[in-house]
């Protein structure tokens, strides 16, 4: 761990926002607890992301940051395409497995990237970016909670979509 407070901060910040507890709730890692193939690929309605590809999406933007805090070159991602991944047809455990895995993995080289940071990295613009290190980090970890939110919310619509049946009917409002 560094001894730099900033670093620190940082690292804390998308720890927090990734696996680690905090105040706030759910992170993303949380989010995906003990969430199945068929239940990250269920898709809320047309044209709207679901869990798997969401899970893709924020590991890419772990990478992206990544890429920029090292310098490394594009080209290295798992997947082959940019930001949102289709669900891979047709799905399984072991699959939605190795793309959490993924997720995992991506967060800890970020991580690491971040440990190696020093108090002028966090001023610096990489190439081709509007934003500084600093602020780089910092969206990670919103990334993360932002998509650990509609997480939570698209689980919740899952089971209630899941558990309507001719016996157990949407609730009116009168009920």
């Known amino acids: 761990m560094t001894r730099n407070p900033a670093i620190a901060s940082l690292a804390a910040q998308i720890d927090e926002a990734f696996d680690r507890r905090s105040w706030h709730g759910t992170n993303l890692r949380g989010s995906l607890r003990g969430m199945t193939a ?6 809320p309605g047309t044209g709207r992301h679901n869990v798997w590809e969401i899970t893709l999406h924020a590991a890419y933007w772990k990478y992206v940051a990544w890429r920029r805090l090292t ?3 594009r080209g290295a991602f798992a997947r ?10 047709p799905t399984s455990e072991s699959a939605w497995r190795k793309d959490v895995a993924l997720l995992q993995q991506y967060h800890r080289v970020l991580r690491a990237a971040v440990l190696q940071l020093s108090d002028e990295d966090l001023e610096r613009r990489p190439p081709a970016s509007k934003e500084t290190i600093g ?16 997480i939570q919310l698209i689980k ?3 089971r209630g979509v899941l558990r309507r049946t001719p016996l157990n009917p949407p609730r009116t409002a009168a009920e």
């Open 80 to 89: 082959p395409g940019s930001n949102w991944f289709q669900t891979p047809a």
């Open 135 to 150: 602020r780089l980090v910092r969206g990670i970890a919103a990334h993360d909670l932002y998509h650990a939110g509609q």
């Open 156 to 158: 919740t619509l899952s």
């Open 71 to 73: 310098g490394e070159k």
């Open 38 to 43: 068929a239940s990250a690929a269920w898709r």
